[in-house]
């Protein structure tokens, strides 16, 4: 799996999750305090997210970061277990962020 087929289910996932909810470009930009021309490049794949980004994403579509990630279920189970290796690493790094930011900040 290459990087453009992450951003290419990332770009599919964004659009169909804030489809679903009846969500503008403009409507999920606001809500996500980013430019709506950031979220267009987000959903073509012009452009990445940050792990921050990513929390704020999914807790915006009241999904879990995982789901923006899972391609559909015509993935072969190659791109399956890269996903899912993928989805496990961002969790284990997002949660280190969250030790150090907590560790600064809150003792």
């Known amino acids: ?3 453009h087929d992450l951003r290419r289910i990332l770009s599919a996932n964004i659009k169909r999750y804030r ?3 009846g969500w503008s470009q403009a409507v999920l930009a606001e809500k996500l305090d980013l ?3 950031f ?3 987000i959903e073509t794949g012009k452009s ?3 792990s921050l980004t990513l929390v704020k994403l999914a807790n915006m579509l009241e999904i879990e970061v995982y ?3 899972r391609p559909d279920e015509a993935a072969d189970d190659e791109t399956k277990e890269l ?3 993928f989805v496990k690493d ?3 790094s997002f949660n280190q962020s969250l030790g150090k930011l907590s560790q600064k900040y809150l003792t």
């Open 1 to 3: 799996m290459e990087e």
């Open 19 to 21: 489809g679903l909810r």
């Open 35 to 37: 430019s709506t021309n």
């Open 39 to 41: 979220l267009a490049d």
């Open 48 to 50: 990445w997210v940050s």
């Open 67 to 69: 789901e923006l990630f």
């Open 83 to 85: 996903m899912h290796r």
């Open 90 to 92: 961002i969790s284990i």
